[in-house]
């Protein structure tokens, strides 16, 4: 596993793509989070590929953590998809 910290380091478009095909943005956009009302996004209906650029330079609009284990998407936390991913049933 791989930790990035999206305070100090944006997410790559490629890696953040994954998730946004894979689970796409009403999973992904965190529209509660302080970040995404700074920047007035309330009324934005946007598709994927807008909301993955915005994302990529406002990463703190998503819902964390984001976790990847192969081909395996996580958003949010989900401790039992990490466990399984793990062998821990």
Do not use: N
Request: with cysteine.
């Amino acid at each position: 596993m791989h930790f990035v910290d999206f305070k100090q380091r944006a997410p790559s478009r490629g890696e953040l793509g994954r998730f946004f095909r894979k689970l796409g943005e009403e999973k992904l956009i965190d529209r509660g989070a302080k970040r995404f009302a700074t920047l007035g996004l309330q009324a934005a209906y946007y598709g994927d590929e807008r909301w993955l650029d915005i994302a990529c330079e406002e990463p703190l609009i998503l819902r964390m953590p984001l976790v990847r284990q192969g081909g395996r998407l996580t958003v949010g936390v989900d401790e039992r998809s990490w466990r399984e991913w793990m062998g821990g049933g």
